[in-house]
């Protein structure tokens, strides 16, 4: 079936810099690929959702690259606040089990700190 | 904003025990999530239904049922609970099956003794 890896489960930085979180995908479709966030007791909530292959997509500041060639949607920002803290879900849109379905990478905790 | 909610907030059973975790959405979504989110695991799919009445298998249904008596409402039982089931769980909703952003419930946690 189709999957999501997030390499890093934990990245720490501290106000300002840059930060870069790795998504890299598997499937045998067209790739619809999704960035989901989580703050501390919050529902996540969609952050940025792409298909079309090397073109960025931004919101809040975030931005991300489908890059179709080597099967990766990192996010970025260039400048990191603490209201950035929160775990973050790549996702795919795509097939496992046998069914349709979103399929989420394990998240990345960012910890912003002061 | 589309609305989802979930109750209860968080829950403590005993093992052996019926639990039910209900959601509720106000979307006018055809399709309803029920995930499981653990440490380390992300959000993985239990079940889903895309229409009243009818519920279709995730990718972990073992241990759990689930159940759409109407467009809005959507139940997620676990008939004997166990230790292993203590997780937060999320309902979600969405228009379409595919490529289209999921609404949340805020959760409900569950820890099972």
């Known amino acids: 079936g189709d999957s999501v890896t997030q390499t890093e489960g934990l990245v720490t930085l501290t106000k300002g810099l840059p930060v870069m979180l790795n998504c890299t995908y598997q499937t045998t479709y067209s790739p619809f690929l999704f960035w989901y966030v989580q703050h501390l007791n919050e529902a996540p909530k969609l952050l940025l959702k792409?298909?079309?292959?090397?073109k960025r997509t931004e919101h809040q500041g975030f931005y991300a690259t489908l890059h179709k060639s080597s099967s990766s949607f990192h996010l970025q920002k260039s400048s990191v606040q603490l209201s950035d803290s929160a775990l973050y879900f790549c996702?795919?849109?795509?097939?496992?089990?046998?069914?349709?379905?979103?399929?989420f990478g394990s998240g990345t905790q960012l910890t912003v700190m002061p | 904003e589309a609305a989802v909610t979930q109750s209860p907030r968080s829950k403590v059973a005993v093992t052996g025990g019926k639990v039910t975790l209900s959601c509720h959405q106000t979307n006018n979504h055809d399709y309803m999530y029920w995930y499981r989110q653990d440490t380390g695991h992300g959000l993985r799919l239990i079940h889903y239904?895309?229409?009243?009445?009818?519920?279709e298998k995730g990718d972990i249904p073992d241990g759990y049922k689930a159940s759409r008596p109407s467009q809005e409402n959507f139940s997620l039982i676990l008939e004997l609970a166990s230790l292993s089931q203590t997780a937060v769980y999320f309902c979600a909703s969405s228009g379409t099956i595919s490529n289209e952003r999921l609404f949340f419930g805020h959760g409900t946690k569950l820890s099972v003794l």
């Open positions: 792409s298909s079309t292959d090397n």
């Open positions: 996702a795919l849109s795509g097939a496992s089990s046998g069914s349709w379905q979103l399929i």
């Open positions: 239904s895309y229409v009243a009445d009818s519920t």
